[in-house]
């Protein structure tokens, strides 16, 4: 027995040391990636796998409670026309504006989030469809939000001046992709705590049976509002981080397809993997595309044909091949009709409550 449990605690050590290292060489590679990797194009191209990944985080974390969300890249858009209306009319700078943007987006989600979150399932997704709509033409109907045809000369970053240091001007993409790193990390790290927390038990519990955590003494509505505003101010951080990095921002680049793109990278990278999962799916759905040049009308089929694939082949993502060999075709078809069937089920019986 007793060799039992040193032989558990040193594998457990083991596995601990082992992925220790490999976040280290990850980190590496990460900040080393500018001189690896000169061409401005491929680093502009992994500035949107960030931007994308916690998009696609954010998505995981409601997915996990069986709320199925359509209005991702709408709260992305209410972060950055924030953050481009604090700088541009209020001149206010945008190391201020980064922080006010991502709390504003907050406060928008707990508001909207009251009815949207209160009986979760098929009414939850129709009503985040309808809010992304809303939003959208909202943006293009305004004259304070530039109409339809946006807002453009959104100004850059003012430079960081560090002591002994020569300041960093954000005069390239290098800059922006150091930046882009830090806010993924930390977002990754705000998400990783909330998992490893109570709330993480909790939002699980959820996502397995709301009616019997519910039973259990876990407050449905209280967890579900909690998780819409956490995801929806990590998609506004990233939407002023967009702003500023583009330069301009147009309704349409903030429409409901780019949350069904964000929930392609989910699946694809594996919903299993609340942070790494998203990153590979987003990593291979930015650039993919480039690499075969794919024309932007065949981008959708090119989209579809690939979730085709993955409910049929790959149900839990490439990084669920690690944990068991991928089920034929039939089974994984099986398996998705039988999880959809026990998800309207059950989320129907919420709402006629």
């Known amino acids: 027995m007793g060799n039992l449990r040193k032989n558990y605690l040193s594998n457990r050590v083991n596995r601990r040391s082992g992925k220790v290292v490999g976040l280290g060489i990850l980190a590496l590679i990460l900040i080393l990636m500018p001189v690896l990797v000169p061409n401005t194009y491929y680093i502009h191209l992994l500035i949107m796998v960030g931007i994308n990944s916690v998009l696609a985080m954010t998505f995981i974390l409601l997915l996990r409670m069986g709320l199925i969300t359509v209005a991702t890249a709408a709260f992305w858009g209410i972060g950055a ?101 830090f806010l993924v990390s930390l977002v990754a790290v705000v998400l990783s705590a909330f998992y490893a927390a109570w709330t993480g038990r909790a939002w699980r519990a959820i996502g397995l049976s709301p009616r019997l955590a519910e039973s259990l003494g876990v407050n449905l509505f209280r967890y579900r509002l909690l998780a819409f505003v956490v995801t929806a101010a990590a998609a506004g951080l990233m939407g002023s981080f967009f702003a500023h990095y583009y330069g301009s921002i147009v309704p349409g680049t903030f429409g409901p ?36 040049r794919i024309a932007k009308e065949f981008e959708p089929v090119f989209t579809g044909l690939l979730v085709i694939l993955l409910v049929m082949f790959l149900p839990d993502g490439l990084l669920g091949l690690s944990r068991r060999r991928p089920q034929p075709p039939a089974k994984s078809m099986a398996r998705m009709a039988s999880w959809i069937r026990g998800f309207l089920t059950d989320h129907s019986r919420s709402d006629q409550q």
């Open 81 to 181: 026309y924030t953050s481009t209306l604090l700088v541009v009319r209020l001149d206010l700078s945008f190391w201020l504006a980064l922080p006010a943007s991502t709390i504003i987006t907050g406060i928008i989600a707990f508001i909207t989030g009251f009815p949207l979150v209160r009986k979760g399932g098929i009414s939850f997704v129709i009503e985040t469809l309808a809010f992304a709509f809303i939003i959208a033409l909202v943006f293009g109907t305004f004259d304070v939000f530039g109409g339809y045809t946006g807002i453009y000369n959104i100004p850059t970053p003012e430079p960081i001046r560090l002591p002994f240091l020569a300041p960093i001007e954000f005069i390239s993409k290098t800059p922006y992709y150091y930046l882009m790193l």
């Open 257 to 292: 397809f780019k949350s069904l793109y964000a929930q392609v990278y989910a699946i694809l990278g594996g919903v299993g993997f609340a942070i790494l999962g998203p990153i590979i799916g987003s990593l291979i759905m930015t650039i993919v595309p480039e690499v075969l």
